[in-house]
């Protein structure tokens, strides 16, 4: 990455690292999600469902793909030096599958990511608590009629004025989800499409939702969350706040520059 990557990442909420996996690991983990389907990459009639959900994998290839070296530098230019955990798993996987039925779970949304204590459900807030990215991780070819994620591009600067009101405790999805399609309805949408290997690095608060899959080949994606070590500071005073932190505060418009 560059600086250029990094001040769009600030302005758009994403980046894409092309080839951030090695082909040899994401090829590897395409293998092990065929067979966790069950089904026959070269028969579309065994693709009974609309939607696979494949549980945690932690072995072998899906511990090697989130710790390429291209990734752990940007890791640390976006979050900061220190500031996140590392990871070894690519958490559950939602494999799109051509179908004729459209799967209801594609409403425009952020990603909650923690769940208090006594809590029955995930929430978000202000400080993203336990949330430094949202990454997806592509491990098949994606086109425009892939069911490539949508995003709304810069829509994670509406989101920070609709998490203050609720400080510290967060807010749910329940709670958060009808206002942030809202505040970023008018924003451009832009298509995680690309080629197995390819790593889409997001701002935790950007708006992003699912689509059915309208072409002829299944889409195979992991969507893990790259932990913070601690939560995210607004107020840092030798004012090096990391890019994540930089939108976070031009949402605010606590620093007209970021």
Known sequence: MDDELVERFVTDGFVRIEGA????????????????TGYDPEDPGTWKDPVVWVGGLSDGPFAAAPNSHVLHDAFDLLVGERRWDPRYSLGAF????????????????????????????????????????????????????DAPTRIRVGSHLDVPRILEPYDVRGATLRELGEQVAEASADRPVALATGRPGDVYLCHPFLVHAAQPNHGTRPRFLAQPPLYLNAPLELDRPDGNFSPVERAVRRGLALDSRG
């Open 94 to 145: 939602p494999l799109r599958f051509p179908h004729r039925e459209e799967p209801d779970d594609a409403g425009w949304h952020i990603d909650t990511s923690f769940m208090p204590e006594g809590a029955d459900d995930w929430y978000a807030n202000l400080w993203s608590k336990e949330r430094a990215l949202l990454m997806l991780f592509l491990f098949s070819e994606v086109t425009e009629e």
């Open 21 to 36: 996996v090695p082909p040899r690991v994401a090829e590897g983990c395409a293998r092990r999600l065929w067979r966790e």
